[in-house]
Nanobody
């Protein structure tokens, strides 16, 4: 079954950029999965940020649209989240998640989750 591991987190100054990776492993075909990125800031609920799937264009939340870009490399079984113009409100634990579907689900419910990785934006 699908297993996901995030990498690429760390510390960045406001206005900077960071790219997260979500590496998939296990007995699966990545093309058959929608992959979402989520963020949980301290003391706040988990927030959906993006989704990419084989059908349709990537989806983004209002808070990250125009600053974040998600893309997939099926040859590497990896989905990326490229984050630009970062600000302190982007600080949090970032998760990628998968769901066996060819399109981004409207309910943003995902069944497989990575362990999360920390991103800190501060001067």
């Amino acid at each position: 079954q699908l297993q996901l591991v995030e990498s690429g987190g760390g510390f960045v100054q406001p206005g900077g950029s960071l790219t997260l990776s979500c590496s998939a492993s296990g007995f699966f075909v990545l093309d058959q999965y929608a992959i979402g990125w989520f963020r949980q800031a301290p003391g706040k609920e988990r927030e959906a940020m993006s989704c990419i799937a084989m059908t349709g264009s990537p989806k983004y939340s209002d808070s990250v649209r125009g600053r974040f870009t998600t893309r997939r490399d099926t040859t590497k079984n990896t989905v990326y989240l490229e984050m630009n113009s970062l600000n302190p409100e982007d600080t949090g634990t970032y998760y990628c998640a998968g769901r066996h579907t060819s399109f981004c689900p409207r309910d943003f419910l995902f069944s497989r989750w990575g362990q999360g990785i920390q991103v800190t934006v501060s001067s």
